[in-house]
């Protein structure tokens, strides 16, 4: 089954420190991969994309074909980066297979 | 707003009633689709239109799901005879032609089966 994994329901830092979100997928071709994210009472938002290889508030995520993960990262943990975190794989029929999502939870 | 809307925002029913909710997309984009997400998942593809044609539906849309999207515009989502683990965020999200094409998300609409 094509499978997204995030392994860590909440991952909890102090502001400053650095993030890693973990994500791996199960997919033997050439993924399209992105993350999502989702503040408080806000809608599910795009945050990037591997294809456009950007950074988006300081996020950057690599795609490592050989590993199978899309990990995101930023060097920098601010507090308003605080809220849910869901990587997700694009399919041939364009929709979305999401991971069960990572908390993340920035502390003062 | 130009963003993808849903209505209602909540929705409380009593088991074995029906309910309806509506995804009105972003007004250039062709493809739509629906998603369900319970407490402490991700969302989870239930269908998927390009147009109006329905393309494909998820093994979770039971025989008392039913969508639609007539005119190739807004949607409706219909759920005969809920039952209590229909509880969940129904996701609206919409995206132009292309692969890759960022999709967009509506607020969701909150079902509660009582």
């Known amino acids: 089954a094509q499978r997204v994994t995030q392994p860590e329901k909440l991952l909890s830092v102090f502001k400053g420190a650095p993030v890693e979100l973990k994500c791996n997928y199960s997919?033997?071709?050439?993924?399209?991969l992105f993350w999502y994210v989702q503040y408080s009472r806000q809608r599910l938002q795009l945050l990037l994309r591997h294809i456009s290889r950007e950074s988006i508030k300081g996020f950057t995520a690599d795609l490592n074909k050989g590993e199978t993960s899309f990990h995101l990262k930023k060097p920098f943990a601010q507090e308003e980066d605080s809220a849910m975190y869901y990587c997700a794989r694009m399919d041939s029929s364009y929709k979305l297979i999401f991971g069960s999502g990572t908390r993340l939870l920035v502390r003062p | 707003d130009t963003g993808v809307s849903q209505d209602p925002r909540h929705k409380i029913t009593k088991r074995g009633q029906n309910v309806t909710f509506r995804c009105d997309p972003i007004?250039?984009?062709?493809?739509l689709y629906w998603y369900r997400q319970t407490l402490g998942q991700g969302p989870e593809f239930l269908t998927y239109f390009q147009n109006e044609a329905q393309l494909e539906k998820s093994r979770l849309l039971s025989d008392r799901f039913s969508a639609e999207r007539p005119k190739g515009s807004f949607s409706t989502l219909e759920i005969q005879r809920t039952e209590q683990g229909d509880s969940a965020m129904y996701l609206c999200?919409?995206?132009?032609?292309?692969?890759?094409?960022?999709?967009?998300f509506g607020q969701g609409t909150r079902l509660t089966v009582v």
């Open positions: 997919y033997s071709g050439s993924p399209e």
């Open positions: 999200a919409s995206s132009s032609a292309g692969g890759g094409s960022e999709a967009f």
């Open positions: 007004s250039e984009h062709n493809r």
